[in-house]
């Protein structure tokens, strides 16, 4: 049975992604940053929870030291915490590369001991066009009038430790991912958005890649994204 760890999934993308890869046999870890709700969400769906807060490095550590109590190993992971504010200043600039960014490091590192004993590794971020200069530069194209530099800026990070982390671990698949305009709590004020069950069927089939899926790449539900 793969087993697969899921942050920020107690509810959205990272929710339906759960149930998705439930339905294709996972042993699926909901990681989420209040307990009861992570419960809640495992009860509800057939999983297991574990608190994780990617910001913390204490919870980082003691979820991964759980999973492998129970699992000895780790063979998907999928980085989908995150955190989307429109304000402008240093504390939310903290706050959103935390989450965002460093909050993939930290799990990340706490994950590779585990992911290397799996005989199929698999590394996915939900990341943005938001943080394609491509994107931001074209007037064609919705990310290039959206005022959520943060969001972008961190999310260009994430791509790029995404890029960074596969070139330094080649016998892991690392991806990033556009999971496409989605109507969840984040995007509640800009009031657009699909439903998260659509974008979870593009986390799931970067989750699902086999040993000879590309690695270190953007993608949406299209395919190779330019970044």
């Not at 974008?199 to 299209?222: H, I, K, W």
């Amino acid at each position: 049975m793969t087993v697969t760890l899921i942050t920020g999934a107690n509810k959205g993308i990272g929710y339906e992604t759960a149930r998705q890869l439930l339905a294709l046999g996972h042993d699926v870890w909901i990681g989420a940053r209040d307990a009861g709700r992570g419960e809640k969400a495992a009860a509800e769906l057939g999983a297991r929870s574990v608190q994780l807060d990617v910001t913390d490095d204490a919870s980082v550590a003691a979820a991964l030291a759980t999973i492998d109590a129970a699992a000895g190993r780790l063979d998907v992971l999928v980085h989908n915490a995150g955190i989307l504010e429109t304000g402008l200043d240093g504390p939310t600039a903290l706050r959103s590369f935390d989450t965002n960014a460093v909050g993939i490091v930290r799990v990340t590192e706490a994950a590779l001991p585990l992911l290397r004993r799996s005989d199929s590794p698999n590394v996915v971020t939900v990341s943005s066009s938001g943080g394609s200069f491509w994107a931001v530069t074209n007037p064609d194209r919705p990310e290039f009038s959206l005022p959520v530099a943060l969001y972008a800026a961190s999310k260009a990070a994430a791509t790029m430790l995404t890029v960074q982390y596969a070139k330094a671990h080649p016998g892991i698949r690392f991806n990033a991912l556009e999971p496409g305009t989605t109507a969840t709590d984040m995007t509640a004020s800009f009031g657009i958005g699909r439903s998260p069950e659509q974008s979870a069927a593009v986390v799931g089939r970067l989750a699902t890649l086999g040993p000879d899926g590309p690695t270190g790449t953007l993608q949406d539900e299209n395919g190779t994204l330019a970044f």
